[in-house]
């Protein structure tokens, strides 16, 4: 990514920077792709660019360490640049692409490709995510070795939890050469059985089959137990239940290097969505929509820091795959660009406070990927968000910066969006005036 | 239209007064099947759609009698004999079928929410035949018409659904209609086929426990034990169920009150949910059950196709 070399004022905004403990209203100073300062008061240059951000925040870029671009090999539904445009948009300076791509990112050819796209797309920063397994087939362990070398900062076999225990362990093991942690998607699947959403009356009244809550509960704590076993690092991706909520909990009061992850559905929506959506396909994913309590314990522990950090899990899929049979259709739905509105929500409701929502979705994914970015300190990469909290907007599919469609905030009000995103001191998103 | 509703695909959302208005035309349209001229005009001129992407004998030929007898135009399309196996989506389908201007399109299908699916995607009404494990409310309707035929009203009394709930499209429908006319549900089976938190639908009581949930009640409903679940595994097998959830001469003549009546949405299967003596015996409705059937989907045919209640005597039973 090419750094700007020219220095841009960032005046009047709310500053907030939990990484620095930050929050007030500062000029921000970037120059060489980096942060040279955070002040009250600075002597601007006559010729220095200006953005004004007075009535709005200014936080780190977003971190996004949960996001399927589909390239290699399902370009129809995403492409690297796509999804970095869409991740722009919603504030995001950069994103972990997960490896579930055709063929899966298990090797340094197609970890090579997504870097050379996104440095193509010089838009958002794009970290791969190397598979466990070789194929994703929970078979073999993956090169690891090379995949790190080549740029992946973790590993997952993401869509496909890890079933065998022994193969989870050696992976444990293995990648703590590398200190990277395995991003893990945690579903028994003998317990998932044929469930399309969250086992409970929601699904028994639409006659779908159920998902148990319990089996995410338990392969969480089978791996937890296998990160006493190995000391490996484990992050829980996309966490949607109490159980597994106790879990890490307990994990970490045990002093076990377990981080985990929410994404902003889980904590806004439950299976009475679903029933209320009308078997509407942008409504399933996996883990499915959880009960009403399950989400006050995901909340809980996004505030109280059990779950560490919040990611999209962005999963693009075209009309094809979404416009059939609740049964049928596959899961996921898109994030990015919804991500801030809809968790900004929580903090109006008081599940959550301001700077841990900044937080969760920047110095905390940092930390647990050790990436650069995160935060406002002075050499900080120059990766910045500008957001208008009182914002409202229409969230109009078609007027995605994704390639596509599935959302389930279709035709909603959002109140919150992003007006500027820089990457490396490079403005490479700014919502049209008309807009604002 | 049934009340508000331009589509049958559940009775979750149906009121009482809607429910009413079929059960109450339906007794009409039963007037036009004892005729010796099974035959009336009143919608002619109307196409009727039977769009079946599982196997069923009764319920298509039922709504295409139900069809003929009103006089309009039945056409049987089957999930077999279509495109189905060349890969055009659900929704591909029903928007060819609604090329050819169909009135009504009546669908069964494998997966729950199908013919809401369709629903939003064509003008003509639809109605639902049954989709995966979420409801059949044709059925729904017709159980709901048998009982009130055979003990009077439903207020009061007390029905016991038996067998495997949790794939049962006819359990749900039965829920949400018995309970709105205002009988009391009891759900019976093993654990295993009672789906989670069933009972916070309202009006039910779950059982697992087979004489609890007889003992006293009005009417039984035994549900058909589907071969295809055995090795789900919900059950260990069928001689074990048939055993301990099964109605035979002597459990029904030892823990049924005299006016009892069993009910069964066909196709039975003899000797595992109910033996042939109680199957054929003088409490067993099943029959009757099939021919309110056609009744009760004239009544669904003729409000959706455009007809109106106040119509029907003069256009339909009494012309």
């Not at chain 1, 953005?51 to 129809?76: C, K, M, N, S």
């Not at chain 2, 007898?69 to 591909?92: I, Q, R, Y």
């Amino acid at each position: 990514m090419s750094e700007s070399s020219e220095v841009l004022f960032i005046e009047g905004g709310r500053v907030i920077d939990p990484a620095s403990g930050v929050d007030g209203v500062r000029t921000v100073v970037l120059r060489g792709g980096q942060v040279a300062e955070v002040a009250e008061r600075v002597e601007r240059p006559r010729d220095a660019r200006v953005i004004d951000a007075r009535g709005r925040w200014v936080t780190p870029g977003f971190i996004d360490a949960h996001v399927h671009l589909r390239e290699p090999g399902q370009e129809y539904k995403e492409t690297v640049e796509t999804g970095a445009r869409a991740a722009v948009a919603g504030g995001f300076t950069a994103v972990l692409a997960m490896p579930n791509t055709v063929p899966p990112n298990d090797s340094v050819a197609v970890t090579e490709l997504v870097l050379a796209r996104a440095a193509q797309a010089g838009l958002a920063r794009v970290y791969p995510v190397g598979c466990i397994s070789k194929g994703q087939k929970g078979e073999e362990l993956a090169e690891m070795g090379e995949l790190f070398q080549a740029g992946c900062v973790a590993f997952s076999d993401d869509g496909r939890p890890v079933s065998s225990s022994g193969l989870m362990r050696r992976a444990l093991e293995y990648a703590r050469t590398f200190g990277a942690p395995l991003a893990v998607h945690e579903e028994d699947l003998a317990l998932v059985g044929k469930g399309v959403m969250n086992e409970g009356p929601a699904a028994t009244r639409l006659g779908l089959k159920g998902n148990p809550a319990q089996a995410e509960e338990v392969m969480v704590s089978r791996d937890v137990a296998l990160v006493e076993l190995t000391g490996g690092r484990l992050h829980v991706c996309h966490l949607s239940t109490a159980g597994a909520v106790r879990a890490v909990r307990d994990a970490k009061a045990r002093g076990l290097a377990v981080t985990a992850e929410v994404a902003p559905h889980h904590l806004a929506l439950t299976d009475e969505d679903v029933a209320a959506s009308g078997y509407d396909t942008d409504f399933k994913m996996a883990p499915p929509l959880r009960s009403d309590a399950d989400r006050a314990a995901v909340r809980a522990a996004l505030a109280d820091g059990t779950i560490d950090c919040i990611a999209t899990d962005h999963a693009p899929h075209s009309a094809v795959e979404k416009a059939v049979e609740f049964d049928v259709a596959l899961n996921g739905i898109l994030g990015l660009e919804t991500a801030f509105s809809v968790c900004l929500a929580l903090v109006r409701e008081g599940a959550l406070g301001e700077r841990r929502l900044v937080e969760a979705l920047t110095a905390a994914p940092a930390r647990i990927f050790g990436l650069p970015g995160g935060s406002l300190a002075a050499g900080s990469p120059a990766d910045v968000a500008i957001l208008d909290p009182g914002a409202e907007w229409r969230c109009d599919p078609e007027r995605l910066h994704s390639k596509s469609r599935n959302t389930p905030w279709k035709g909603k009000t959002m109140i919150g969006r992003c007006t500027h995103t820089l990457v490396g001191g490079n403005l490479v998103y700014e919502l049209a005036r008309g807009e604002r | 239209m049934i009340g508000r509703h331009r589509h049958l695909l559940g009775l979750e959302g149906l009121s009482r007064e809607e429910i009413l208005q079929v059960l109450d035309l339906a007794t009409s349209m039963k007037e036009v099947l004892a005729r010796p001229l099974k035959k009336v005009p009143s919608l002619r001129g109307k196409l009727v759609v039977n769009l079946f992407f599982e196997a069923s004998t009764r319920t298509r030929s039922s709504f295409e009698i139900a069809s003929k007898v009103l006089s309009a135009d039945a056409v049987n399309w089957t999930a077999s004999a279509s495109s189905v196996t060349k890969g055009e989506t659900l929704v591909d389908t029903a928007r060819n079928l609604e090329a050819m201007r169909p009135d009504v399109l009546v669908i069964r299908h494998a997966a729950g929410g199908a013919p809401q699916l369709v629903s939003e995607h064509v003008a003509c009404a639809v109605v639902s035949a049954g989709d995966g494990a979420h409801e059949h409310p044709s059925q729904g309707l017709l159980d709901c018409f048998t009982l009130r035929e055979k003990l009077g009203t439903l207020e009061g009394k007390t029905v016991a659904i038996v067998g495997d709930v949790s794939h049962s499209r006819v359990a749900r429908s039965d829920l949400h209609a018995m309970p709105k006319l205002g009988a009391k549900v009891r759900l019976c089976g093993p654990p295993t086929m009672i789906p989670q938190g069933i009972e916070r639908l309202g009006g039910c009581t779950v059982h697992h426990d087979l004489r609890e949930a007889v003992e006293g009640a009005d009417a039984v409903v035994m549900l058909r034990i589907q071969h295809e679940r055995i090795g789900d595994p919900l059950i260990p097998g069928t001689r074990e169920y048939s055993k301990l959830w099964g109605l035979n001469a002597r459990k029904a003549a030892e823990w049924l009150t005299p006016g009892c009546v069993i009910l069964h949405p066909g196709p039975i299967n003899r000797g595992v949910e109910l033996s042939p003596e109680v199957a054929d015996g003088p409490r067993s409705v099943i029959l009757d059950q099939v021919q309110n059937g056609v009744a009760v989907r004239m009544a669904i045919l003729y409000l959706l196709a455009g007809g109106s209640p106040a119509e029907v005597s003069a256009a339909g039973a009494r012309s």
